[in-house]
């Protein structure tokens, strides 16, 4: 698979929306969105149901053109175009293909109406339908094709007029999970390979870890976030998206003094000077597999704890750990080996360490 897409400072954004605010009577669903999105790369807007998500996708393509805002695509102002001059395919979640069109004539439906020959529609369908694996299905028509083979079909569709935008609204969702599994890395396979830009709106974080160069965190109709899957998932700007973007430890405490807090008993050691002020309620994130319990002699934030609830996942137990001499329970990922090796089972003593470069400090909302 092909490396991500690197930008550097000097390139100018293949996709400019500023200031785009979108509401519906009295209910604002996105406010103030600015947001630059590169040649080539694989964006995908995250976010729970009626976070905004699909309605910045909408405003993008024109399906519903913003309240306020603007919206550029490769320096060509599109705030107020119609759909129909708009350069860009779109994948739904529900294929949308034409169930009395054989699969040839549902790739080349845009072609048709674009008033291509027939010579050239067949090459570009053969060639299409080469790309996504099933050219030996063209005579066919949707009925008979898995979920999987018409979601390919969909995208083979959307490619068909070699847009300079790839929209994918939810587009894996309706698939059950080991096809969509499979589908999502043929997807960024053959989006790297085209090099086409690409917007995906979806609620699956797995799949925006996965699949996108960047993610675009939402809530509530404004980004959280913006940043690569290793920024949101390690350093998480707010609660929402730490507790959104996988699993998390949420720990309440106060501010001893800048560098340390006091949670239930337990004072834990930060890894920088805080600006709040001693006392200052405090909620510090620690995702259950950054707890350590091998090789603990000397580390900070070194804990006796007492071993709970052991929950086998198949590669690693969730673990429950109550820190001696304090209120504080922890969730831990423990590996197989260390569970093996340490000799980790419910009601057993152990060490364990929260290490203090791993914890996200935000101040308690009051």
Do not use: W
Not at 173 to 181: I, M
Not at 198 to 206: I, P, R, S, Y
Not at 244 to 252: D, H, K, L, P
Not at 292 to 308: L, P, Q
Request: some cysteine; charged content about 25%; glycine content about 8%.
């Amino acid at each position: 698979m092909n490396a991500p897409v690197t930008i550097t400072q000097a390139e100018k954004p293949y996709l400019v929306i500023r200031s785009v605010t979108k509401r519906f009577g009295s209910f604002t669903a996105l406010q103030d969105i600015d947001l630059d999105i590169h040649k080539g790369e694989f964006i995908s807007f995250l976010g729970p149901s009626g976070c905004g998500k699909t309605t910045l996708l909408r405003a993008i393509s024109g399906l519903d053109v913003q309240t306020t805002g603007s919206i550029h695509q490769d320096g060509r102002d599109i705030s107020n175009l119609p759909v129909n001059e708009r350069d860009f395919g779109i994948v739904f979640q529900s294929y949308a293909l034409f169930p009395n069109l054989k699969i040839k004539d549902n790739v080349g439906y845009g072609l048709v109406s674009a008033g291509k020959s027939r010579k050239e529609i067949a090459e570009r369908v053969s060639e299409l339908l080469g790309m996504v694996g099933l050219a030996d299905q063209a005579d066919k028509y949707p009925a008979q094709l898995s979920g999987g083979q018409q979601q390919r079909i969909s995208l083979a569709r959307a490619l068909a007029l070699s847009p300079g935008l790839l929209l994918l609204d939810e587009p894996l969702s309706a698939l059950d999970a080991r096809v969509r599994a499979r589908l999502r890395g043929e997807i960024r396979d053959l989006q790297r390979r085209l090099g086409i830009t690409t917007v995906m709106v979806t609620h699956d974080q797995e799949e925006a870890l996965t699949m996108s160069d960047r993610i675009v965190v939402m809530s509530k109709g404004r980004i959280e976030q913006i940043g690569t899957p290793d920024e949101v998932y390690g350093k998480p700007a707010s609660p929402f998206v730490a507790d959104f973007v996988g699993r998390m430890n949420f720990i309440e405490g106060k501010l001893v003094d800048a560098a340390s807090a006091d949670c239930r008993g337990a004072v834990l050691k930060l890894d920088s000077a805080l600006t709040y002020a001693p006392g200052t309620p405090v909620t510090i994130c620690l995702r259950p597999e950054d707890v350590v319990v091998r090789d603990t002699s000397g580390a900070a934030n070194a804990f006796d704890v007492d071993v709970g609830v052991m929950e086998f996942m198949g590669n690693h137990f969730s673990t429950t750990l109550h820190v001696l001499g304090s209120n504080l329970n922890i969730s831990a990922d423990l590996s197989m080996n260390d569970v093996r090796d340490l000799g980790i089972k419910p009601g057993v003593r152990a060490k364990a360490v929260l290490p203090a470069e791993r914890l996200r400090v935000f101040a308690t909302a009051a």
